[in-house]
């Protein structure tokens, strides 16, 4: 039980279990002191304090810290409640009880992990790579367990934005090139009109084998996507999308797309939708209709509006299914269905056959490390991410999407409906007639041509680094080729060598772009 009283000084102060939270005579001072003697060793990008109750610390913080966010990480409810009973007794300390916390946070009902992915979600890998954290110290010796689970939770959050970074350094520049090469390689430029007919989303899950019969049985009663991974099962059963999609930048997404070359060559230009920064051959983007997915973020951005190349605004999603299912809702005014969408951990085969990453891995099987013990693996904790993706949109879908299969799915996705096929057949009959989404030509184009506008474009960009005479624009190339140095660099200014290494690697980057051109 919190009891609230006056102190000498006519604010309030708070205790617990015979424990003062706050001074008895004069809080605000006790919170002046409190945040002189932090002595933070770096420039902090973000404050997060646990346990501040009252929150006297705040008006001191935000003084000595004016323009850096400062979280709050409550460790009871009580204090996250704006009731009268928390309300200051004296107006003259409302503006240290009820300070503009950029957000607030509470450990109740939560484990370590929780609360660190709610953080995470919140403030993303780069605030957490330079945050600050430290607790009230009367909290912390009265909420002894909760201040270990909070800093838990600090350990699992700077590890996953050390993991998440370490990643973005590793593939950013890899992505930086696909996007480029996209951006020289697209000649059949082609956009996207919305149609009255539902849309069925294929996805690579196991349970997509099972649908085959009813896909070909009602093709003619909705738009088919076909996600990149579940290209060959389609394909290869007879069935052409009406739109495939790709999203990954990874070596295996261009693996994926190889069929639509082997189709090509047959005489079948299956259109694709795509993203700048995925991975497709050269072949690809040169041959087929492409649609490009626009996120509208970063130096993709400003490519899009250099080449005027106009493009189909996409969701940015860590899976190719979230991305294409808001591409889906946008282009029908009627159902969205998806087959195939399992997303469930276990052993056995990941995609529906065949697959080309299955026909790559059957290369290594040998005696000692045979198809069974392979397939025996447990799946990483990507599936669990996609999942609650999907199950966090309900409002969202519920209303216009359903999962529907021959075969029941295992795991839920929210208030997402799961039918079986019988169930929808009278609909799909309903939906023959309606018009389709309709793909055209916007335009066709020339390698040279691009080639020569790219280059023009990253002179001006790599002359605008050098000289620093545009932040915006020199920050998105830091970012992007160099997050892990750049990050250091703004949080240890006093330090050369991390600022050193950011520039050679941006410099190495526009080196290695400036030969897609040539």
């Known amino acids: 039980m919190i009891y609230l009283e006056e102190a000498k000084n006519g604010s309030l102060t708070c205790r617990k279990a015979g424990h003062y939270l706050h001074s008895k005579y004069n809080p605000e001072e006790e919170a002046d002191k409190f945040v002189r003697s932090l002595s933070p060793d770096f420039s902090p990008f973000c404050i997060i304090v646990a346990g501040p109750c009252l929150s006297y610390c705040f008006a001191?913080?935000?003084?000595?810290?004016?323009?850096?966010p400062i979280y709050a990480v409550q460790y009871e409810t009580f204090f996250t409640k704006k009731t009268e009973q928390s309300a200051p007794l004296h107006s003259a300390c409302a503006e240290s009880t009820a300070p503009a916390w950029d957000s607030v946070f509470c450990t109740e009902h939560k484990d370590a992990l929780l609360l660190a992915e709610e953080l995470f979600e919140q403030l993303g890998e780069q605030l957490i790579f330079g945050a600050f954290f430290t607790v009230w110290p009367p909290a912390e010796r009265l909420?002894?367990?909760?201040?270990r689970l909070f800093w838990k939770a600090v350990k699992l959050l700077l590890q996953k934005s050390r993991d998440v970074l370490a990643t973005r350094a590793f593939f950013s520049r890899c992505w930086l090139k696909n996007t480029f090469r996209f951006f020289i390689r697209c000649t059949h430029i082609c956009g996207i009109e919305k149609g009255h007919k539902p849309i069925l989303v294929a996805a690579s899950g196991p349970s997509l084998e099972a649908s085959i019969p009813y896909i070909k049985k009602?093709?003619?009663?909705?738009?088919?996507?076909?996600?990149?991974?579940?290209?060959?099962?389609?394909?290869e059963n007879g069935i052409y999308p009406d739109l495939c999609i790709s999203t990954d930048g990874g070596f295996y997404a261009e693996a994926h797309l190889r069929i639509l070359e082997k189709v090509f060559a047959q005489g079948v230009p299956l259109p694709l939708a795509v993203s700048a920064e995925s991975r497709v051959s050269s072949a690809i983007l040169e041959n087929l209709p492409i649609i490009p997915l626009r996120y509208g973020d970063g130096i993709e951005n400003r490519l899009f509006e250099h080449c005027r190349l106009p493009a189909v605004p996409?969701?940015?999603?860590?899976?190719?299914?979230?991305?294409?299912?808001?591409?889906a809702l946008s282009l029908?005014?009627?159902?969205?269905?998806?087959?195939?969408?399992?997303l469930e951990n276990g052993s056995g085969y990941r995609h529906a056959q065949p697959n080309m990453l299955?026909?790559?891995?059957?290369?290594?099987?040998?005696?000692?490390?045979?198809?069974?013990?392979?397939?025996?693996?447990?799946e990483n904790g990507s599936l669990n991410i996609y999942r609650q993706w999907f199950s966090s949109r309900n409002e969202e879908f519920s209303k216009r999407t359903a999962r529907v299969s021959a075969v029941p799915y295992k795991q839920k996705l929210g208030n997402i409906r799961d039918l079986h096929w019988d169930d929808i057949k009278e609909n799909l009959r309903m939906y023959e007639s309606l018009q389709m989404p309709r793909i055209y030509t916007i335009k066709n184009g020339?390698?040279?041509?691009?080639?020569?506008?790219?280059?023009?474009?990253l002179y001006a960009e790599k002359a605008a680094c050098e000289h620093k005479n545009e932040p915006e624009r020199t920050v998105q190339w830091y970012e992007n080729c160099a997050p892990l140095a750049y990050l250091?660099?703004?949080k240890y200014p006093e330090s050369e060598e991390f600022k050193a290494e950011a520039e050679k690697t941006v410099l190495h980057t526009f080196e290695e772009l400036f030969k897609l051109c040539t």
Do not use: M, W
């Not at 909420?143 to 201040?147: I, R, V």
């Not at 026909?359 to 025996?376: G, Q, W």
């Not at 020339?446 to 474009?457: L, R």
């Open 60 to 68: 001191p913080l935000r003084k000595r810290f004016p323009a850096i």
């Open 332 to 342: 029908t005014s009627v159902a969205v269905y998806f087959c195939g969408l399992d």
């Open 358 to 378: 299955e026909k790559n891995d059957t290369l290594t099987d040998n005696r000692l490390r045979p198809l069974a013990t392979r397939l025996s693996v447990p």
């Open 488 to 490: 250091s660099s703004l």
């Open 143 to 147: 909420y002894t367990e909760q201040s």
């Open 314 to 327: 996409a969701l940015r999603n860590g899976s190719v299914s979230g991305t294409a299912a808001s591409l």
């Open 218 to 235: 009602y093709r003619k009663s909705f738009f088919l996507i076909g996600l990149s991974s579940a290209l060959q099962a389609l394909i």
């Open 446 to 457: 020339k390698a040279a041509e691009n080639k020569k506008n790219i280059c023009d474009f």
